[in-house]
């Protein structure tokens, strides 16, 4: 085994095996990060620091659901922490609410707050009735219970895609405008990060009545 950082490798982990005298068995990869195998075979990435004389293990994850490498990754984005000032423990709890958080953030809930942000700025009752409907009607079999950022275009595109198949045009320029509308509001929330989904499907995607020009898909 290697000195300094990185001193395990991928075959050291891959073959690592309980202690004889059950016990506990540490196998240090060096900054912190070590790999601690349980009596019963279990396996798990731990990180140790120390700050102000006060020493904090955090669990990383299981071996090998995580591998060695991202591991490291992991580690190695605590140390970055760590140096920055940051208490990684705490940081850890934050991080873990946060996803907790963005788990609940789904296309529904998020479509239920633009719609009540709809309400109170006055839309008019069958505008609103329209949207509802229409969302109900055509996205939440696929998408409703789906955490919005994990929604990607290629999903979006196969709930509307159904749309396109009944010839109701001008129901799918509707809706694609409505689904530009719901992230982008989750946009603005911070519910969702990245690009907007419906954007690319503006284009050359879906299709377009003959001889008119719909506006939600050009």
Not at 113 to 142: M, T, V, W
Not at 190 to 206: H, Q, R
């Amino acid at each position: 085994m290697r000195q300094g950082i990185h001193r395990l490798t991928a075959l050291d982990v891959k073959n690592a095996k309980p202690s004889p005298d059950g016990r506990a068995r540490i196998l240090p990869d060096g900054g912190g990060l070590r790999l601690c195998i349980y009596p019963n075979g279990s396996q798990y990435w731990q990180f140790r620091s120390k700050k102000n004389g006060k020493e904090t293990t955090l669990q990383l994850g299981t071996y090998p659901r995580m591998s060695l490498a991202e591991a490291r990754e992991e580690a190695q984005r605590l140390r970055r922490q760590k140096d920055d000032g940051l208490d990684i423990a705490q940081e850890r709890k934050l991080e873990a609410v946060q996803r907790k958080a963005d788990a609940s953030a789904t296309f529904r809930a998020v479509v239920e707050r633009l719609l009540d942000a709809k309400q109170a700025n006055g839309i008019s009752p069958s505008h609103f009735k329209k949207i509802k409907q229409g969302i109900e009607a055509n996205l939440y079999a696929d998408l409703g219970d789906l955490p919005i950022q994990k929604i990607t275009s290629p999903m979006l595109k196969t709930a509307l895609m159904p749309i396109q198949k009944r010839g109701s045009l001008n129901m799918l320029g509707f809706m694609l405008g409505i689904s530009r509308e719901i992230f982008n509001y989750a946009k603005a929330e911070g519910l969702f990060t990245g690009d907007n989904p419906a954007e690319a499907l503006k284009k050359n995607v879906f299709a377009r009545h003959r001889g008119e020009n719909m506006k939600a898909l050009c």
